[in-house]
């Protein structure tokens, strides 16, 4: 066989079942071969950065996805690139597929030749072009070890037409996956974190994407439960508790966090982070973060450990080998009365949950964004996944909505690239034909790869958009207010075709049905969760993404902080009682 048609077969072994991207010249082999052999499933997309992130929209949906993605030689690899970056930032295992010019034209300048390889090799954990027909199958079996061992990540494959086109000995009846290298803690390690938990008075476990990784958010919260210490998720680790659990204690950060859970952190003496990386987001200034409080840092990854600062404790291992421990021995402990009782502090976590909730219940014309959320946790329920990228909506969303289960928050964390939801929103859906999926984007987002929403016409992807548009670049709006500006940052202009939206520009409406897709656009509080139910009815009938637009006040200042959790700016008021702020998360038990 052909070494394109070897490497499908392992391809299919190793468990893949569909890729995203994007036929060429120098990739024809490569399509030829998932043609012959089959079991591969293709979805077109419109633009190879878009096939990038709807395999990383795949991969974050389902435990032991990974993500697929191809394109041809030249700037089909190097339009992946963002995507590779977004994938590694966050740690996320997608394989990148590129064709190449002939290997004896690599040095000559070749149309489209490009080293790829060197290009991506800072955002990828392997990066390589094969020169040897024979040892295609064996680089992705190789590609496929590396994703899954230590802190998992993306790989780049470049394959120079000739090689594709060669022929080879393979069997593929015989081949077997390689095992995956994943570090594990020790038992006296464990012993060690716990003495050191036991002898502080108000302790928090930080659950980190991590956890999410290792599939082991069931065993995150049965630890908690164990132990009766509360738990912050940081926003890749959101899910790993449900935000209604009585040790749920609220996300902490500069932007995307909970007033309660800010508080809750500087209240904390003790801080046992697990599958975290304690990103500037999180922490804010290191040294306030800090201050007065103990660390251990629980990570798959070795020099992560010390990398923001030096714990006083640190253990490397997968998350889910070191909680199976943790529950082991702190069963054990419970059973022999040796953990303290955490329920006072518990309790005064949840006070501050029941106390400092933000308010959400405006009936303000325009809309304030703040009550667009609270409709969508009345009108989207517990199973739904959440899909975002960047901006003000996200950082809005994050401190609004509720996430209750490991991976229904799809969220570009790290890298934050603009466009990313709708092609990921579009490969959470073609990982996951039946769930409840909702993405939300502000205009900008929305318009940096808005021509995806034809694959989802296209393939029968559907999905709820909520498209929050102010005409604005809000989150650089916000920022640029310490430089007393507002400059390059209004999307507003007259539309000739609109004039119906009065100045917001570019008739969402229009655009969505010019690509095949369906669209609702509301301008007052009321309408929204009308909306959704009408959006809900288009998805079903018509099996195409259905975008709801909410035409937002221009200006809303969302609450952050530029340096630490004791200085964020809350613009404005408390929620006055519960029915005010975003549904009720506080346990009744």
Known sequence: MTAAEAAVHVLRKEGVD???????????????????????????????????????????????????????????????????????????????????????????????????????????????????????????????????SSRPGPVLIDLPIDVQMTEIEFDPDTYEPLPAYKPSASRVQIEKALEMLNESDKPLLVAGGGIINADASELLTEYAEITGVPVIPTLMGWGTIP?????????????????????????????????????????????????????VHVDIEPTQIGRIFGPDYGIVSDAKAALELFVEVAKEWKAEGKLKDRSAWAEECQER???????????????????????????????????????????????????????????????????????AALGVRRADPEADIVALSGDYDFQFMIEELAVGAQFNLPYIHVLVNNSYLGLIRQAQRNFDMDYCVQLSFENINCPEINGYGVDHVAVVEGLGCKAIRVTEPDQIGPAFEQARELMKQYRVPVVVEVILERITNIAMSGKGLADVNEFELLAENVSDAPTSIVSLT
Request: hydrophobic residues 40%; glycine residues 10%; aromatic residues 8%.
């Open 18 to 148: 569909v890729a995203f991207g994007l036929p060429g010249a120098a990739i024809n082999p490569f399509y030829a071969a998932m043609r012959k052999v089959g079991g591969v499933d293709h979805v077109l997309a419109r633009h190879v950065e878009g096939a990038s992130h709807m395999a990383e929209g795949y991969t974050r949906t389902k435990p032991g996805n990974i993500g697929v993605c191809i394109g041809t030689s030249g700037p089909a690899g190097t339009d992946m690139i963002t995507g590779l970056y977004s994938a590694s930032a966050d740690s996320i295992p997608i394989l990148c597929i590129t064709g190449q010019a002939p290997s004896s034209k690599l040095h000559k300048e070749d149309f489209q030749a490009v080293n790829i390889t060197a290009i991506a090799g800072p955002v990828t954990k392997w990066a390589i072009t094969v020169l040897e027909p024979a040892q295609v199958p064996r680089a992705f079996q190789r590609a496929f070890q590396l994703m899954r």
């Open 243 to 295: 935000d209604d659990h009585k040790l749920m204690a609220g996300m902490v950060g500069l932007q995307t966090s909970h007033r309660y859970g800010n508080a809750t952190m500087l209240e904390s003496d003790f801080v046992m982070g697990i599958g975290n990386r304690w990103a500037n987001r999180h922490t804010g200034d290191v040294a306030s973060y800090t201050e007065g409080r103990k660390f």
């Open 353 to 423: 949950k029941r106390t400092l909730l933000r308010k959400t219940d405006f009936d303000n014309v325009p809309v304030k964004p703040q009550r667009v959320y609270q409709e969508m946790n009345k009108a989207f329920g517990k199973n739904t996944r959440y899909v975002t990228a960047i901006g003000l909506s996200q950082i809005a969303g994050a401190q609004f909505l509720h996430v209750y289960k490991p991976r229904h928050w799809i969220n570009c964390g790290q890298a934050g690239p603009l466009g990313w939801t709708i092609p």
